[in-house]
């Protein structure tokens, strides 16, 4: 177990043996203070101690657990000596005066909690200072923080509440050591700040992913310095701090140590920045509203007197008036001082679709505002149009989704935005592509009918070109088969005419031949008429169904429910079948099919699947394709490679 983990493990068993012994004292001696005490204890004192041994564990190199556990440990004993205090005080009150050195010792034990926060500011994150120019402050700061609290225990100042009776055990201090001790005050202070400031040059010298960190720890720590401003408002007000002050300084208490945890073990949990403006936005937006309710409650104090229920009514109205444009304006200055991207970005988005309905911008133009405003020339913004795998750009080319933040609308993915480089943090991006989903989904939807129109017309073309070469075959066919044989036998007629009374020619031998070559060019012509549309569907899909298959040499399990259908959703479906069935024959190597049709909820489901070899695949721009699109069906085909075909065909057939 590494020095740091074992440090933060036991400041862990410590505070919680001290909070352990302050639940029982105030338990036993449950006044106002022991409680007010033992409440701040827990809120701030195991939250500190558990996180900090939980980084000390993630990171068991890092110093910052074990300080974090110290902020815990110095909060635990400065409020169990008050507890302590207190308990005494309601249980043994004749023992206080014989403690009297005890309570100088420890009157200003606080400034380890000081001590604690401002180391924890000097080693944050990584667990270094920031350089080696700094290495002389922690020791500096520690022994006057030593010297302070030795110097305070001759102050000459009476002791809090419980022990304002007791009087000081020791005489004050020499006037140099007086003055000396008040150097060390200031120089410590000092300290305190410059590990503050130690935070700025470290954001200055930091990346991405350190800056975020310290942005978590500078969202808790502005509660620091608002504490004292709202504990001036208050006095002003009411005459003393009331529970808004003591609520914001218990929160930075809280805060401390919680974003202490987020920040070194998942800063990328939430974006930072949006709740650093939310949070100097509502802060100001409360301090204005609190100045606001002052100064009109002075003013209608002295219009009306200082107990006027009128003042006070009007002073909350002008509060309630103000909120909505005080927030709106303090969030849009905030976001320009603060988050100067986001604030551009949303604001590119907003005025795009404004643009878009008024006709002055495309939808399309959307990456490039986006490449624009978020300083990454690399965007890329991808789209889910159906058809297609994957994403594809507004031009057609395939976005890889890798890194990507997907684009969601109601609840369905319908793109992604994928930054070009780590400049621009998957947060923002989330909240930018929320922002801008509806340009999205207009611009998937106009690629999707973009597309539909183009198969559309490749689906005529091919139609026409299917017309057009069905009409050659079918005058090929007849030229060179039931033609020839109509014109020989019309010849042999004429020839058997002729010759009918000089017994020249045997009449009956071409009469038979006329007979066959007439029976001949009859097939021909079924043959030919059935390519148009087979005869079979004349009884029906299931009787012509059950006729195909019969020709297939391989065994076929039918399963076929149909009742009269529209003549060319039969037709279409007998197309599917045969064809579906001849591959399935001539290169699936199949040893069994199974054909099902069945009408279901005004449509007609085929399935036509085998146990073959599998890896065939159907285009789309087949004239089954065709056929199946034309009445406004679905045509799939699912083929694994060792696990046979199975392809699927819907055609709607309500009646």
Known sequence: MSGPRRVALATCLVTGVVLAVAVVLAARAPVTGALINLGIALSVAPAAAVLGLVIARRRPRNVVGPLLGLLGLTTALNAGRDIAWWYLAERRP??????????????QSAVWIFVAVALLLLYFPDGK?????????????????AIDHIG?????MPFRAPLQDIPRPWSPLPLPLQAAGLVVFVLELALVLVCAASLVVRFRRSDQVRRAQIKWLALAGMAIPIYPLACLLEILLWGRPLWVSAAIGLAGLIGIPVATAVAMLRHDLYDVDKALAATVTYGLVSATLIGIYAVTSV???????????????????????????????????????????????????????????????????????????????????????????????TGGDRVDPAGAVPVELGGREIGVIRPGSGAVRPELLRQVG???????EVVRLRLE??????????????????GYSERRRLERDLHDGAQQRLASLGMAFRLAQRHLGDGSVDVNAVLDQGVAELGTALAELRRIAHGLRPGRLDDGLGPALTELVRTVPIKIDLDIRTDPLPDDVATTAYYVVSEALTNA????????????????????????????????????????ADRVAALGGTLRVDSPLGAGTKVEAVLPCAS
């Open 94 to 107: 004749d023992a206080l005066p014989s403690l009297d050195w005890l309570a100088a010792l420890a009157d």
């Open 129 to 145: 200072v920031p350089g080696p120019r700094w290495r002389w402050i922690p020791p500096t700061l520690v022994a006057c923080a």
């Open 152 to 156: 305070t225990s001759f102050d000459t």
């Open 299 to 393: 003013i209608g104090g002295v219009l009306l007197g200082q107990e006027s229920t009128v003042a006070a009514a009007v002073a909350t109205a002008v509060c309630a008036v103000a909120l909505s444009p005080l927030r709106t304006r303090l969030q849009r200055g905030v976001d320009r001082r603060l988050y100067p991207i986001r604030r551009a970005a949303l604001a590119a988005v907003d005025a795009l679709s404004r643009d878009a309905r008024s006709g002055d911008a495309r939808p399309e133009q959307l990456e490039g505002m986006l490449r624009t405003a978020l300083r990454d020339p690399g965007l890329r913004v991808g789209f889910q149009v159906p058809g297609t795998e994957g994403y594809v750009d």
């Open 434 to 440: 929320g922002a801008a989903a509806t340009l999205v």
């Open 449 to 466: 009918v973009a597309q539909a129109l183009r198969e559309v017309e490749s689906s005529r073309a091919r139609l026409v070109q299917a």
């Open 585 to 624: 024959v001539k290169h699936a190597t199949a040893e069994r099919i199974v054909l099902s049709v069945c009408r279901s909820d005004g449509q007609l489901l085929i399935s036509v699947s085998d146990d073959g070899r599998g890896g065939a695949t159907l285009s789309q721009r087949s004239s089954i």
